[in-house]
T-cell receptor
């Protein structure tokens, strides 16, 4: 069965610093990978997705992620964070078809002034 | 914009009650999902449906059932609510990916925070 591991449950960072949120997945077949963000008291919003093609994927709000097949990783990065990026971030994998998403446990990003 | 609407943001129910959580989407999506979100566990799939009257169990279906009588509406039912079902419930919808992977984005509702006392 597929699984997703988010290696950090919480990441504190100062405003304007770079950040990387780590995600590893387990799968022996082709996968589609996603990062979602959840702001307080809201549902999930798609940040970016990898379906095929270029391994560097750019998303909304200045985020990007790199698909690394050999390391089965899909880490999320932002070169300079803002206070408004404070949220919980979820990595997810899907094998298409019914688009059943398998989620990681989430990483809570806390941006401090 | 795709809109997925969950009928309640907050709900408090008593142990043993039958509870209905309703979800409606307005983009003619074939697939609909119910997830449960708990701290440290992420989102776990309870049930999903890929067509009207069709349903499939997810990873944690015990204690839940679902109903999909119309394409736009997907209901989650707690037959006899228990305190361990206190959680955030999220509904999502997506297009069936008949055209390949391009339509695999899932859209989420705002969530229903259910407390069972």
């Amino acid at each position: 069965a597929q699984s997703v591991t988010q290696l950090d449950s919480q990441v504190p960072v100062f405003e304007e610093a770079p950040v990387e949120l780590r995600c590893n997945y387990s799968s022996s077949v082709s996968v589609y990978l996603f990062w979602y963000v959840q702001y307080p008291n809201q549902g999930l919003q798609l940040l970016l997705k990898y379906l095929s093609g270029s391994t560097l994927v750019k998303g909304i709000n200045g985020f990007e992620a790199e698909f690394n097949k050999s390391q089965t990783s899909f880490h999320l990065r932002k070169p300079s964070v803002h206070i408004s990026d404070t949220a919980e971030y979820f990595c997810a994998v899907s094998q298409g078809g019914y688009n059943k998403l398998i989620f990681g446990a989430g990483t809570r990003l806390a941006v401090h002034p | 914009d795709v809109k997925v609407t969950q009928s309640s943001r907050y709900l408090v129910k008593r142990t043993g009650e039958k509870v209905f959580l309703e979800c409606v989407q307005d983009m003619d999506h074939e697939n609909m999902f119910w997830y449960r979100q708990d701290p440290g566990l992420g989102l776990r799939l309870i049930y999903f449906s890929y067509d009207v009257k069709m349903k499939e169990k997810g990873d944690i279906p015990e204690g839940y059932s679902v109903s999909r009588e119309k394409k736009e509406r997907f209901s989650l039912i707690l037959e006899s609510a228990s305190t361990n079902q206190t959680s955030m419930y999220l509904c999502a919808s997506s297009l069936r990916s008949r055209a390949g992977p391009m339509n695999t984005e899932a859209f989420f509702g705002q969530g229903t925070r259910l407390t069972v006392v």
